[in-house]
């Protein structure tokens, strides 16, 4: 997997949602005087971000790999993807959704630049860098899990907490990479949004 893909994937595990619609209506054929009714099925995936950094990134990402540069919604927190090719390329690698996501089988044997892209994408979306610590968050265990034995792969330290309980909320996991190993990770990660790590 390349680099693009990989952080386009990374960011849609995140932040992204896979969307099944089914739209009936009804339309009048003037000639005999009919009325017929039609389905209208449609497919997409949607990226959701309130971040104005992150959503010029990903239109970006997405003209630099699809030749496709969809525009923001009007409230400017979120990008629809509805051009079908893209939709079927992209859903090669991931199922979308909080618990629907899992980490692409083949960037596991990936050229380390796109592990660090797929990281740098997830964790613009879902992470927290700060507080002297790098922090994935995800209510997805399997898909944490699956990110932890990724970042084993290029052998970065941390630790997987969970699950972490709330009210009324599901519970959360979270992998924690230290100051030191965050430090050191950072130049490779090159985030997309500014972080202070104290």
Not at 42 to 55: A, H, K, Q, W, Y
Request: hydrophobic share 35%.
């Amino acid at each position: 997997m390349n680099e693009i893909k990989a952080e386009i994937v990374g960011f849609l595990c995140a932040e992204g949602c896979y969307v099944k619609s089914c739209r009936v209506f009804s339309e009048l054929d003037k000639r005999k005087g009919n009325v017929y009714f039609r389905i209208r099925n449609s497919r997409v995936i949607e990226f959701g971000n309130t971040n104005p950094i992150l959503l010029k990134r990903f239109i970006y990402l997405l003209g630099k790999e699809y030749d496709y540069k969809p525009n923001p919604s009007s409230n400017n927190t979120k990008i629809v993807i509805g051009r079908v090719k893209i939709v079927e390329d992209l859903l090669k690698y991931s199922n979308y959704g909080t618990f629907k996501w899992s980490v692409p089988s083949e960037l596991f044997n990936s050229p380390i630049k796109s592990k660090y892209a797929f990281l740098r994408g997830f964790i613009d979306g879902d992470g927290t860098i700060g507080r002297g610590c790098i922090r994935l968050d995800s209510a997805n265990k399997s898909g944490l899990l699956q990110i932890s034995g990724l970042v084993k792969t290029i052998k970065i330290n941390h630790s997987f907490h969970g699950p972490i309980k709330s009210k009324n909320k599901s519970d959360m996991y979270n992998i924690y990479i230290g100051i030191d190993e965050s430090k050191r990770i950072l130049k490779y990660l090159k985030p997309n949004k500014t972080y202070i790590l104290k």
